[in-house]
């Protein structure tokens, strides 16, 4: 399946936890002011990939913990999103996603999309909600600004309410 894509980190330690590899989404339509990513905002910049290709270097390498995909805003693809999230979980790693979207406009979503269903399933943890310029901190950890959250998405898929890390 074909992604639009931005960039590719193949090791990251500032995108979630332990050594990751980092997929960077193109496209993005919440224009937040004080982006680290704006270039990622055209939705016709970028370019083409192939998601089974994207994960090749990380399969061999076991001491990657997992995948981060952030964007851009990563929702605007979701099908391939899940794919990937999908494929990552299969190799037995963990998976990160970034949004600009509350995890509960995601939940409500999901009701009518089997892609978001797919992704969150796939999903370890999830660091929702716009960026913010003015409560920017840099004393968070994988997060840009205090409204942001650190999901644990099977917990908040279990117990039904979101549970933070």
């Not at 680290?36 to 083409?48: A, S, V």
């Not at 089997?114 to 901190?137: H, M, R």
């Amino acid at each position: 399946m074909k992604i639009r894509l931005a960039g590719i980190v193949n090791e990251s330690v500032v995108d979630g936890p332990g050594i990751r590899m980092a997929v960077f989404t193109q496209g993005c339509p919440h224009h937040c002011a004080g982006c680290q990513n704006p270039e990622t905002h055209d939705f016709m910049g970028g370019y083409l990939a192939d998601t089974d290709e994207i994960l090749k270097p990380m399969a061999n390498r076991k001491y990657i913990k997992g995948l981060t995909v952030s964007g851009g805003e990563p929702l605007c693809q979701v099908q391939a999103v899940a794919e990937l999230a999908k494929k990552t979980k299969a190799m037995g790693k963990d998976v990160v996603i970034y949004t600009g979207y509350l995890v509960e406009e995601l939940l409500e979503k999901a009701k009518e999309d089997a892609n978001i269903v797919e992704l969150l399933q796939n999903t370890d943890y999830l660091i929702d909600g716009p960026f913010i310029e003015s409560q920017k901190s840099l004393h968070l950890v994988f997060r840009g600004s205090v409204n942001q959250r650190v999901i644990d998405i099977p917990k908040t898929l279990s117990a039904g309410k979101v549970v933070l890390c």
